[in-house]
């Protein structure tokens, strides 16, 4: 029974009671209206005192599986809480440079439709609800489940959250303002490898001795965010009272400085550009697996390191967001990498080629 039907049924019971002058009718009338009441009251207590956050949520994969936590706390002294849910809702943030005013007062009722339609396909909506109950000065972790579509910035909300506590008449909700700002990745291509990536070397030129996963120790440095805890150092960082790292020697010398360029006329057609862009941050991964990541380049733009995780992380947030570009902005100067420089051309209308030097390496 719905709370609808449920004051419908009041109404009408209030209405013959008053023409007939039944007593039974009038204490019918009484219990249902008590009934309402009651439920608003103990509805009120459910949701007092208790309160929920999003927080910061990692980097997502496009087209794999994420999850976006939910903290519940009751702030209440004595009384639990129980039977909530909580709406969620996602949906893809345009680039700056797409979201210009529209109006609809000229389009035709099918067009307005159509764009609605769309908007609404990209949206995922999701409910969780509270299993069992949130005791009194306790906190609960709830989880949702999504898989984003497309990389770039999605915005995560609460839309509300839901009870039909006590009695299962009524349906409240309460609305939400919370949001929560998440990136997405791209999505990891398959692609086919031509040739080894062999690293020329000039004659005469040295080897030089940088930073790896080597096993020739060459330095011992403080620890930063994203180090591996197996470097630490335990006995210099209890002598100095910091945390300190060791820093080993790369067990090769062979790396790649990547340029990727995206002006508009090259990539002109969105589904080559989106394989581009994949096809990038996958080469960017392995070669950082393969400790042969150098640095990355992106049109005009200064290059960034690759050496560390926050450095490839950093990356993959800027691939994230990377839309097409004026072939004035992306650039025509080579990056200071005179050897193994790892760029990118269209392969046809729908392939795309990785070329080292000019030679092609590999294809998606």
Request: hydrophobic fraction near 45%; proline fraction near 6%.
């Amino acid at each position: 029974m719905t709370g609808v039907v449920l004051i419908a049924l009041s109404l009408g019971i209030g209405m013959a009671a008053y023409n007939s002058s039944s007593n039974i009718l009038f204490l019918t009338l009484a219990l249902l209206l008590t009934c309402l009441v009651l439920s608003g009251v103990l509805s009120w207590l459910n949701f007092r005192g208790v309160s929920w956050e999003l927080p910061p949520a990692p980097a997502m994969r496009a087209g794999h599986d994420a999850l976006v936590a939910l903290e519940l706390y009751n702030r209440k002294a004595f009384l639990p809480t129980y039977g909530l849910w909580f709406n969620f809702l996602a949906r893809p943030q345009r680039p700056p440079e797409e979201q210009r005013p529209e109006t609809t007062l000229m389009a035709r009722s099918g067009e307005v439709r159509a764009v609605f339609e769309q908007a609404q396909a990209a949206e995922q909506r999701g409910r969780v609800a509270l299993a069992g109950r949130l005791d009194a000065q306790a906190g609960m972790r709830l989880e949702w489940g999504l898989r984003p579509a497309q990389r770039g910035r999605l915005r995560i909300e609460l839309v509300s959250v839901g009870s039909f506590f006590p009695f299962g008449f009524l349906r409240k909700d309460i609305g939400t303002a919370l949001t929560l700002d998440a990136v997405v990745w791209p999505a990891l291509v398959e692609y086919r490898r031509h040739a080894p990536a062999a690293v020329s070397r000039r004659p005469g030129e040295e080897r030089v001795r940088r930073p790896g996963t080597g096993n020739d120790l060459i330095a011992v440095r403080r620890y930063q965010a994203g180090d591996s805890h197996r470097l630490i150092h335990w006995k210099a960082s209890a002598r100095t009272r910091q945390l300190l790292v060791r820093q080993f020697a790369a067990e090769t010398t062979q790396g790649h400085t990547v340029w990727l360029r995206t002006d508009a006329e090259t990539w002109p057609r969105p589904e080559q550009f989106e394989l581009l862009v994949g096809f990038a941050a996958t080469l960017i991964e392995d070669l950082f697996r393969e400790n042969r990541l150098l640095a990355v380049a992106i049109n005009a733009e200064p290059p960034l390191a690759g050496q560390r995780v926050r450095d490839l992380e950093q990356i993959l947030d800027r691939l994230a967001v990377l839309q097409p570009t004026p072939a004035a902005r992306a650039g025509t100067v080579r990056p200071m990498a005179p050897r193994n420089l790892l760029t990118f051309a269209p392969e046809g209308s729908r392939g795309v080629g990785a070329l080292v030097d000019g030679q092609r390496v590999a294809s998606a």
